[in-house]
């Protein structure tokens, strides 16, 4: 399933990913904030499992903003499995 979150607090305005349904998540796209570091982070969590992705990078902080567009990312996989969850 494709989902797009909308960040807060972040450069990036946007991200979009897909959620398998064994749990993987695939695709990740970021629309702003910091290009080459974001390309970075999503092919390092190509296939990784939410469960990962959610414990990594929640709570990463970015300039004491209390949040990062990793930790908006956690949050957005957190809420599509949530919806995932209560739609199965």
Known sequence: MEYSYTPRGVCSRKIDFELTE???VR???FTGGC????????????????????????GNDCEMKGTSCADQLARAVRAAKEKAEKGA
């Open 27 to 29: 695709n990740i796209r």
């Open 35 to 58: 290009d080459g570091n974001l390309k970075a982070v999503s092919k390092l969590l190509e296939g990784a499992d939410a469960d990962y992705i959610i414990a990594t990078l929640s």
């Open 22 to 24: 064994d749990g993987k």
